[in-house]
């Protein structure tokens, strides 16, 4: 399994206020990936990185920025957090040459 | 627009019988697809894949089967563990893009 991981694991913040979720990445894989959980949505992509400083949207995309800067950390920036992005939230990461990808273990994010 | 859909929410199966989860797609252009495995406060772990150019793939106790024409995959679990018990997603993706779609998920119990 790929050594990924997120911080922070669990966020509780104000409805307004900026948020900022790391992923962090050791097997220099070149594409990394934001999800959000839901009940009832499954696994609903918001970002993904297919190299550094290379980004495109998901399918839930509005609310949500992403940077990357160095091939081992992506980042997904809440600029004013709401309730409804209320969520748990993977990162994941895929080799160039392979289908599969590894996630992280979650944030869990709570807007009141 | 649900892509990629598991229609079943839930499946409860004895130890040591099979289980057998359901997906279905409606995007003729996916030729890969994939089941991940989750467990209560962790990320989903890749289990097992298939691509289009086969209907069937094992591995141990798991085995997904393809239906092209029917726009199904299932993944079979022979014998059932109690340690099987927990969310299955399926996945689907094309091999010209970067990203998968995900479904809704199923959870699978296990009874001793």
């Known amino acids: 399994d790929a050594g990924i991981t997120q911080s922070p694991r669990h966020k509780v913040t104000e409805t307004g206020t900026p948020v900022t979720l790391r992923c962090h990445q050791t097997?220099?894989?070149?594409?990394m990936y934001w999800y959000r959980q839901d009940p009832g949505h499954g696994l609903r992509l918001i970002h993904y990185?297919?190299?550094?400083?290379?980004?495109d949207k998901g399918e839930v995309s509005d609310g949500y920025s992403v940077s990357r800067s160095k091939t081992e950390d992506f980042l997904l920036t809440l600029e004013s957090a709401t309730s409804s992005q209320t969520s748990v939230y993977f990162c994941a990461s895929r080799r160039g040459r392979s289908y599969e990808q590894y996630f992280g273990p979650g944030t869990r994010l709570t807007v009141t | 627009d649900q892509q990629v859909k598991q229609n079943s929410p839930s499946l409860s199966v004895q130890e040591g019988r099979i289980s057998i989860l359901n997906c279905d797609y409606t995007?003729?252009?996916?030729?890969?697809f994939l089941w991940y495995k989750k467990y209560p406060a962790e990320g989903p772990t890749f289990l097992i894949s298939i691509s289009s150019i086969k209907d069937k793939n094992e591995d141990g106790r798991f085995t997904v089967f393809l239906n092209k024409s029917a726009k199904h995959l299932s993944l079979h679990i022979v014998p059932s563990q109690p340690g099987d018990s927990a969310v299955y997603f399926c996945?689907?993706?094309?091999?010209?893009?970067?990203?998968?779609?995900f479904g809704t998920g199923t959870r699978l119990a296990v009874r001793p």
């Open positions: 990185s297919y190299g550094v400083k290379d980004t």
């Open positions: 996945a689907a993706g094309k091999s010209s893009g970067d990203k998968l779609t």
């Open positions: 995007n003729s252009m996916f030729d890969y």
């Open positions: 097997e220099n894989h070149r594409y």
